[in-house]
Every structure is written in C-alpha cells, then in structure tokens.
C-alpha cells in the first residue's frame, strides 16, 4: 500500500533558525496536507497543495508540492517558540473502499530560546 | 463553530477489558473518521463514516476493534477485549465531503495496562 515518510524524525533549532522538513509518497499523490500538532495536543491543519510544482505561503511558513506530485517540503524561516511541535504531511491515497489521506510519521520541531 | 467533540479525554484499563469512545462531528459534517495515534507516530486511519455508512475499515482490527455511527451524526469506537499495543491516542475527526481537510477532536488517550 501507500507509504508517506518523513525526515528529519526530529530537528533541534535555535530561536531565529530555518528549518525543513520533507516529506516523500511512495506513489503518485493527488494533493497533499500538512498539520500541526502541538505537544499535547491534536493535529491542526495548515494548507493544502493540489497542483504539480505548487508554492503556498503563510507568513514564514512555505510548502511546495513536488513536480513528479510525489514528495512535498514545509520551510519555517526564523523559527519562533510558538512553532514548537510535530509537523505532518498527510497524502491523498486510494483505499479499498475510496479515498482517504496517509498520514506521515511526522517531524518534532524543537526550537531553543 | 463548535468543534469535534470526544470523551473521554482520558482512560485507563486492564488488558482483557473492554473500552468505549465517543465522538460528536461538527454539524453537518457528513464524514467522520476514527484514527489511532501511537506515541511518535502519525494518525493512522481505522475507520471512515458518510454519514451512517461505513467507507473504508480495510485497518480496523475487526476481530476487537468496531464502530458504529447509527444516526449518522455522533459515533462509537469500541475495544474488546484490549491488548497493551492499543494503548494510543483516538482521534475523532470529521470532513465536508469532499474535503478539503480534517478538523480533529481532542482524542482520548487510552492506556492498557
């Protein structure tokens, strides 16, 4: 079946750093979701990307959606405390019965004052 | 908008016992999943409602896991009997068909002891 993995697992930053994390579908995607999720807490969706090649922006936040629609990236410029948390990517696969989205394993995003 | 509502948010039982989950959608929210999160793991899927019949179950573990969602609004997840791996987060989450994204509840974090 449909695989989504995610790298780093874990990225330790200092306040004001950039960080990347990416994320790489064992098959071709029609879209793909990102969330947050903060400790404790539950997942948040952030955007999503449905065209090859697609570039969104939110603040310091950019994703891109791959040209092949097969991997996608979240960039974070100058991290702040508030981006502390696990950020997923979630791809559109083809169940047996229909079309639901496979969650990533996730990357922890711990960003030191 | 009121969100996704779970209860319990917490619970601890013995292995062997049996356990309930409970999740109110967003009104009008047609879609409803039941996702398991492990500890350092992404969601993944177990169950897909519209409205109240079932989509997608290709992950549940049928022969201790089952869900219903009889009325087509508010739903169950049961565990009989339960094992030490089941311990995790179930996220209720629920979705306009056909998207575009998840809005998930608090989850309830069940512990097998």
């Known amino acids: 079946g449909q695989q989504v993995m995610q790298i780093p697992q874990y990225q330790h930053v200092q306040e004001g750093e950039d960080f990347t994390t990416y994320c790489n579908s064992s098959?071709?995607?029609?879209?793909i979701q990102w969330y947050k999720q903060r400790p404790g807490g539950h997942p948040v969706f952030l955007i999503q990307?449905?065209?090859?090649?697609e570039v969104k922006k939110q603040k310091r936040l950019t994703f891109q959606f791959g040209e092949a629609k097969k991997n996608s990236s979240l960039h974070i410029t100058a991290t702040q405390t508030t981006d502390v948390g696990t950020y997923f990517c979630?791809?559109?696969?083809?169940?047996?019965?229909?079309?639901?989205?496979?969650f990533g394993p996730g990357t922890r995003l711990s960003v030191l004052p | 908008e009121a969100g996704v509502a779970q209860s319990p948010r917490y619970k601890i039982i013995e292995k062997r016992q049996s356990v309930a989950f409970w999740c109110n959608p967003i009104?009008?929210?047609?879609?409803l999943y039941w996702y398991q999160q492990i500890l350092g793991q992404g969601p993944k899927l177990l169950i897909q409602f519209q409205n109240n019949g079932v989509v997608d179950d290709s992950q549940l573990p049928k022969d201790r896991f089952s869900a219903e969602r009889l009325k087509g609004v508010d739903s169950t997840l049961k565990i009989q009997p339960a094992k030490l791996e089941d311990s995790a987060v179930y996220l209720c989450a629920s979705s306009l068909p056909p998207g575009p994204f998840y809005t998930f509840g608090s989850g309830t974090r069940l512990t097998v002891v």
């Open positions: 979630a791809g559109l696969g083809m169940g047996y019965y229909g079309q639901n989205f496979v």
């Open positions: 098959t071709t995607l029609s879209n």
């Open positions: 009104s009008g929210h047609a879609t």
């Open positions: 990307l449905v065209k090859s090649g």
